[in-house]
């Protein structure tokens, strides 16, 4: 069963930055859909960034910029790199991902068949 683990979550004053990383473990299929997202307190679930079924790396207009997903395919691990935070982007960032699926769900819905327990991001003004 693959498990999704994030970390690097925390609090930041405007303008920093934080990278998370989402751990896949018992995951070996070369072939994946993985995005993150995140959900505020009154707001909207929002696909902030992920790979889309070419694994080319796609994001929100509200991150684009700002934000830069990557992986370490040696490590099976995603991060997503943070930077100029705004306390927009405070909420509980979760990674998600599927294997073997085509095409990707892309950043439109989280029904992803895997996904993280998630990280808490706090920016403050």
């Known amino acids: 069963q693959v498990q999704l683990v994030e970390s690097g979550g925390g609090s930041v004053q405007a303008g920093g930055s934080l990278r998370l990383s989402c751990a896949a473990f018992g995951y070996a299929y070369s072939q994946y859909c993985m995005s993150w997202f995140r959900q505020a307190p009154g707001k909207e679930r929002e696909g902030v960034a992920g790979f889309d079924s070419d694994e080319r790396t796609i994001y929100a207009d509200s991150v684009k910029g700002r934000f830069t997903i990557s992986k370490d395919n040696a490590k099976n691990i995603w991060y997503l790199q943070m930077n100029s935070l705004n306390p927009d982007d405070t909420a509980m960032y979760y990674c998600?991902?599927?294997?073997?699926?085509?095409?990707?769900?892309?950043?439109?819905?989280?029904?992803?068949?895997?996904r993280g327990q998630g990280t808490q991001v706090t920016v403050s003004s």
């Open positions: 998600v991902a599927d294997f073997w699926r085509r095409p990707c769900p892309g950043l439109g819905t989280d029904e992803y068949k895997f």
